[in-house]
């Protein structure tokens, strides 16, 4: 990914410099710089094919990560929460982006979580691939992950997005057959409807439901094993 | 004719008004914050109302051609409730935001201790953070509302040029003219102005500084107002460079001030969704 510093054009960096250096002496001025970033830094998208910001993150998100990793620094972990809870609430579909996308890099356990499921139960899906960053990948509980995974091929979130989606889902293992049997609803209902199968759904379920050498040596369709699965 | 409305409150107004408001010629509008014709309860109830300002209406008015920008503040109704009051230690996180364009609606309501700390506090706010102000003024006991209004706003230590003072009459222009402030017309289907004073107004005093808005909101009103003015002036003599500015040209330099404006024409797209809702509600684009 090409790096904040060559996104931006020397005005941009010198903005940023500036903005960082006053929120890493007072860190309480993040509530309004937060804000104005886009304005003052820049903005657009960081990748050209991805216009929205879906997997890579915009510019304006990724220099509004780096502003709230700065004010970071200058608070404990309450604060921190305070305030990210502060700054995800009074902010608008932008700003509340880049604080999603900041969870990842700071450190405050899963006490950000609420953050990530108001997002998901939103139908904003620039928020719905913020909120399952790394963060939610570590911290958020298997049904509420799987049902993110879901809204993302309801709202056409493309899975890319989501963060350690081969490990979660447990592909290269078992695969996680919850995970199938919701995936596979979803594709049978589509079917029902007469309507077309998302592509990141048909290769999700391919990858959960694949073929595998089981336990004992035979070799059976994973497509069984989820019905097992599910009588355990 | 082009037309800025400078001051409507386009939460309360219906698609119906946009589509009429864009065939009159408005392609731009201020909606600045201000009550919900019964009390507010909480401080709350305002952020949900200013990211709705900042949001979904902001979108709305684009699905029909139309730039919405907005004003933020505590109005000075409400500045009267202890329950509200805490919204101006919050203001300063949405005066921040891209799309406001000024510090209002401010001012005096019934000219009380609350009102004035909290409209001194908001000029204080519209300093730090370089933005203009749009001033209410009241309707009872109008002169001399606008008299302290003036006062404060000189001892602010804002130039006059960065305010707006609203809902002028022919009782009042003449004090406000003399601020050296900017001059704010609402013209209602009854009271305030009318179209014919407007023109009588703007043919006495000329055009300097000088806005027509609709104000228009959930009682009765009418959000084409500032067209028919243009039309008043046109018959009344006035040329197209002189209504261009009125309607346009001045409150372009007004909000202007903020940095803030986005005049662009848009490309109208129904289909499109905020936050993953479109206008349409499943129908076909207009």
């Known amino acids: 990914m090409t790096s904040l510093d060559d996104l931006l054009d020397s005005e941009g960096r010198a903005r940023l410099a500036e903005l960082t250096g006053e929120v890493t002496s007072t860190p309480a001025r993040i509530g309004v710089l937060l804000p104005a970033v886009a304005r003052a830094v820049g903005r657009g998208p960081a990748d050209p094919d991805d216009p929205d910001g879906m997997v890579t993150p915009r510019i304006e998100d990724q220099a509004r990560v780096a502003l709230l990793r700065a004010a970071a620094q200058g608070w404990n972990t309450d604060a921190l929460v305070a305030e990210i809870g502060a700054l995800y609430r009074h902010g608008d579909a932008d700003e509340k982006r880049a604080v999603l996308r900041a969870l990842d890099h700071l450190d405050v356990g899963d006490a950000a979580l609420d953050l990530v499921g108001d997002a998901l139960r939103g139908n904003d899906t620039r928020l719905i691939a913020a909120a399952l960053g790394p963060y939610a990948a570590e911290h958020l509980d298997p049904h509420s992950w799987r049902h993110g995974v879901l809204k993302c091929l309801f709202t056409g979130v493309p899975l890319a997005a989501v963060a350690g989606i081969a490990e979660r889902s447990g592909i290269a293992e078992r695969g996680d057959a919850e995970l199938a049997r919701m995936v596979d609803g979803f594709a049978a209902e589509r079917r029902a409807a007469g309507r077309d199968v998302p592509a990141d759904a048909t290769w999700l379920l391919d990858r959960l439901t694949a073929q595998r050498p089981d336990v004992d040596g035979a070799t059976v369709p994973d497509q069984q094993r989820v019905r097992y699965d599910q009588e355990d | ?286």
Not at chain 2, 47 to 54: C, I
């Open chain 2, 1 to 286: 004719m082009r037309i800025f409305d400078p001051h409507i409150h386009m939460t309360s107004r219906t698609t119906d008004d946009y589509e009429a408001m864009y065939a009159a010629g408005v392609r731009a509008v201020t909606e600045p914050a201000f009550w919900l014709g019964q009390p507010r309860s909480s401080a709350a109830s305002f952020y949900d109302y200013f990211d709705g300002l900042l949001g979904w209406e902001r979108f709305r008015a684009a699905q029909f051609g139309i730039r919405h920008h907005c004003t933020i503040a505590l109005n000075p109704k409400e500045a009267n409730d202890p329950r509200c009051t805490e919204v101006l230690d919050v203001l300063p996180r949405y005066l921040a935001k891209d799309g406001v364009v000024a510090v209002g609606e401010v001012g005096f309501d019934s000219m009380t201790d609350a009102e004035e700390k909290a409209f001194v506090r908001q000029l204080e706010l519209a300093g730090e953070h370089d933005l203009p102000v749009l001033v209410h003024t009241p309707h009872r006991d109008k002169v001399e509302g606008t008299r302290r209004t003036l006062e404060l706003v000189a001892a602010s230590g804002l130039p006059p040029e960065r305010v707006l003072v609203d809902h002028l009459n022919e009782v009042t222009v003449d004090l406000v003219a003399e601020s050296g402030c900017w001059l704010g017309f609402s013209i209602y289907p009854d009271t305030k102005m009318d179209e014919q004073r407007m023109v009588r107004l703007l043919a006495d005093h000329g055009l300097d500084r000088m806005i027509v808005n609709s104000a228009a909101d959930w009682g009765r009103s009418d959000p084409l107002k500032t067209a028919k003015t243009g039309q008043a002036m046109r018959d009344a003599g006035f040329g197209e460079d002189d209504v261009d500015r009125v309607l346009w040209r001045n409150p372009v330099a007004f909000y202007g001030q903020s940095g803030r404006l986005l005049l662009d024409p848009i490309d109208v797209d129904q289909t499109e969704t905020f936050e993953g809702n479109s206008v349409l509600r499943g129908q076909r684009p207009a």
